[in-house]
T-cell receptor
Framework: GQQLNQSPQSMFIQEGEDVSMNCTSS?????WLWYKQDPGEGPVLLIA?????ELTSNGRLTAQFGITRKDSFLNISASIPSDVGIYFC????????FGKGTKLSVKP | GAVVSQHPSRVICKSGTSVKIECRSL??????MFWYRQFPKKSLMLMAT?????????EQGVEKDKFLINHASLTLSTLTVTSAHPEDSSFYIC???????????FGDGTRLSIL
């Protein structure tokens, strides 16, 4: 079945640093989504991408829908402690297929 | 504000008990809702698609008699874990999307612990 490869699996960074994570797939998706999940809670939508090549920002977050429609990246600039959590990419063709997540730790 | 309300947030019960989890769409009417299961430090796995007024669509490997889904109204879907056992302990999350082209919004999840 379809799978998403999300990397890195985890990141330990200093407050103020920029962060980059990405997802790749062997399949084409119509939509790419990025979610953040805090412990014990459901995922919260950060950014939704609908067109190949689309670059979208949400505050310090920027995400892009790859031209081939098989990949996407998420950047976080000037990280802060509350950015800590697990970030999931998800590709959609109706149903959502999730990546395995990137666990972000930020040291003050 | 919240788009999806999920209740309860946590359940601890004895083996053999059946547990019902509710998922409510607060912002719009939803003909389709989704139920996911998440193991510790793992990603979300789709269990089933809940369809208003018709049978749910289950993913391969998910026992429909074990995980009963009812979507009796356009704002409420319920997941019942029947005769739950310790291996059913997990984090269950529902989601709702306006349509298949719109992002899904998730509830806060239900932590189920079977003793």
């Amino acid at each position: 079945g379809q799978q998403l490869n999300q990397s890195p699996q985890s990141m330990f960074i200093q407050e103020g640093e920029d962060v980059s994570m990405n997802c790749t797939s062997s399949s084409i998706f119509n939509t790419w989504l990025w979610y953040k999940q805090d412990p014990g809670e459901g995922p919260v939508l950060l950014i939704a991408l609908y067109k190949a090549g689309e670059l979208t920002s949400n505050g310090r977050l920027t995400a892009q829908f790859g031209i081939t429609r098989k990949d996407s990246f998420l950047n976080i600039s000037a990280s802060i402690p509350s950015d800590v959590g697990i970030y999931f990419c998800a590709g959609s063709q109706g149903n959502l297929i999730f990546g395995k997540g990137t666990k972000l730790s930020v040291k003050p | 504000g919240a788009v999806v309300s999920q209740h309860p947030s946590r359940v601890i019960c004895k083996s053999g008990t059946s547990v019902k989890i509710e998922c409510r769409s607060l912002d719009f009417q939803a003909t389709t809702m989704f139920w996911y299961r998440q193991f510790p430090k793992k990603s979300l796995m789709l269990m089933a698609t809940s369809n208003e007024g018709s049978k749910a669509t289950y993913e391969q490997g998910v026992e429909k008699d074990k995980f009963l889904i009812n979507h009796a109204s356009l704002t409420l879907s319920t997941l019942t874990v029947t005769s739950a056992h310790p291996e059913d302990s997990s984090f269950y999350i529902c989601s709702v999307g306006r349509n298949s082209n719109q992002p899904q919004h998730f509830g806060d999840g239900t932590r189920l612990s079977i003793l």
